[in-house]
């Protein structure tokens, strides 16, 4: 788990990042989370990519097994049950931190106007999208944000059990 300040990504794992994206990633600030074997799981991007756009999704989650495993999730009926989870006090009330960190955590990499105020996932009030939430999760560890972790428990991915295609591509990183 991990949060600002990031150590700048390798060219090992920016390799790794193209692989698993299928393109270069863009706006790399760091490694916000890994897989078992090291190779990361979600990179935390810049507000601003390098083409002036402004980019909310500061926990970019990349891992393609976990990117399926989400969107399976999306499609199945787990996004009315985690949004109603919201009605219990405790709940919303840490999926508020959730967003204030997120944007804590982003705007500690520049302050960009266009998305003042915007988290990502549908925070701090809705469930849109659990890429995001899984993705600001794993960054976290567990047991800080709820909603982010209930999408991993119910996931049949998980960083505890490499699936990478090439595990271990980012040999010589020690997993955080
Ligand atoms: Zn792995």
């Known amino acids: 788990m991990t949060n600002p300040p990031f150590s700048p990504a390798t060219t090992a794992e920016l390799e790794v990042l193209r692989a698993q994206l299928g393109r270069p990633a863009r706006g790399v600030i760091g490694i916000a989370a890994r897989c078992v074997c090291g190779n990361p799981t ?13 980019f ?25 049950e985690l949004a109603a989870s919201l009605d219990d006090p405790e709940t919303a009330a840490a999926y508020r931190s959730a967003h204030e960190a997120y944007l804590r955590d982003r705007e500690s990499h520049g302050e960009v106007p266009e998305i003042a105020g915007v988290s990502a ?21 567990p047991g800080v944000y709820p909603i982010g972790d ?22 010589g990183v020690r997993p955080t």
């Not at 909310?56 to 009315?80: C, K, N």
């Not at 996932?121 to 560890?141: E, S």
């Open 42 to 54: 979600v990179v935390a991007t810049a507000p601003r990519l390098a083409d002036g756009s402004p």
């Open 56 to 80: 909310p999704t500061f926990y970019y989650l990349t891992h393609p097994a976990a990117t399926a495993a989400m969107s399976r999730l999306e499609a199945g009926h787990v996004m009315p």
């Open 121 to 141: 996932g549908g925070m701090p009030t809705r469930v849109k999208c659990l890429h995001a939430l899984a993705g600001h999760a794993l960054a976290a560890g």
């Open 150 to 171: 209930a999408a991993l428990a119910r996931s049949d991915w998980s960083p505890e059990r490499c699936v990478c295609e090439s595990p271990g591509a980012a040999t």
